[in-house]
């Protein structure tokens, strides 16, 4: 599996040592950083997990889901979600939530 990185944060990294270096090593540094540039960013898009969403609530071991706008909503099997499980329906819990 791919793992994606911020690129930011590591440019920042990649920065502060340059700070530190002197002479070559610290060329080094902003050749890296100049190569960062050019990767391409990843298309990823961050999900809601079912154990973060504000329509899930804890069932057994599982969670059931109580969005009325999701395809599967007519069919109670079809609800019940494992923590890691997403959708595109998902939305975060606000600190207020009462799930």
Known sequence: MAEYIERD????ILEAKAEMALGT??????????????????DVVEVV???????SKPYLHYFYCENSNAPWAENTMANIMDANDFCSYGERKCDNDQH
């Open 9 to 12: 944060k590591f440019r920042n």
């Open 25 to 42: 090593p610290e060329q080094v540094f902003y050749n890296t950083i100049a190569m960062l540039d050019l990767i391409p960013a990843a």
């Open 49 to 55: 997990r079912c154990k973060d969403c504000r329509y």
